[in-house]
């Protein structure tokens, strides 16, 4: 958070609508102006959490990174950020009706999300099955959500990096095809990347869950 106090600090806001001494045009300006600082400095976290917590060798993936994709798909220009600025899901379930293969995951930076964590992830659950049962149209998705009010350790445990970049006020759904991410953890099973996960965090059930709708799906092909 400190660069984003250090936006504010340098001239940008806070924003007072309703003024006497500024138009109502110049204040919305003002306010569109410091929602791009903000969302500029999120992706500069996002950036940095992904280059320090999941593209780094990390002992609890049997010494591969916890996302051994994630270093090659920034390189390749095929992660996207979007930002959802209302309590309203239609963001997200926009993105996933018309997915295009354009990016190999997007995330949805959650500015307004639920701040009960349970019932975050509960809604996420449901939106996945969902998804499943093609509510969206769509069938080959994945949701996968972080919380501000996760335990940084529950997330990609032993890095004490990621403390300080999701310590913020927004949560994160990464939005990517469910394929892709099943088949390349199939082959991720093979090094013993999840073993020591799966001990720690209990994740067999939420793998079961997704083995599912990716069985379903390849069924109905």
């Known amino acids: 958070m400190t660069q984003l106090k250090t936006s504010f600090q340098q001239g940008i806001g806070p924003v007072r609508l309703g003024n006497m001494n500024a138009s109502l045009d110049h204040d919305l300006i003002k306010l569109g102006l410091i929602f791009s600082v903000v969302e500029e400095v999120i992706q500069d976290e996002i950036r940095s959490w992904s280059k320090e917590a999941l593209e780094k060798i990390n002992p609890n993936f049997n010494d591969l990174p916890a996302c051994p994709f994630a270093e090659g798909a920034w390189a390749d220009d095929k992660v996207g950020i979007a930002f959802k600025r209302s309590p309203s899901y239609q963001d997200l379930t926009t993105i996933v009706s018309t997915w295009d293969d354009k990016n190999d995951l997007v995330i949805l930076v959650d500015l307004k999300y639920t701040p009960n964590r349970e019932e975050y992830y509960h809604y996420i659950d449901g939106l996945n099955e969902a998804i499943a049962?093609?509510?969206?149209?769509?069938?080959?998705?994945?949701?996968?959500?972080?919380?501000?009010?996760?335990?940084?350790?529950?997330?990609?445990?032993g890095h004490e990096d990621l403390v300080s970049v999701l310590d913020t006020d927004y949560a994160m759904i990464f939005v990517q095809r469910l394929s892709k991410l099943h088949e390349a953890a199939e082959k991720l099973k093979k090094t013993g990347y999840y073993t020591k996960y799966q001990e720690q965090f209990g994740l067999n059930d939420m793998l079961k869950v997704r083995e599912t709708y990716y069985r379903r799906l390849k069924d109905e092909e």
């Open 133 to 157: 049962e093609g509510i969206f149209i769509e069938k080959d998705i994945w949701l996968m959500a972080f919380h501000p009010d996760d335990d940084p350790e529950e997330i990609v445990y």
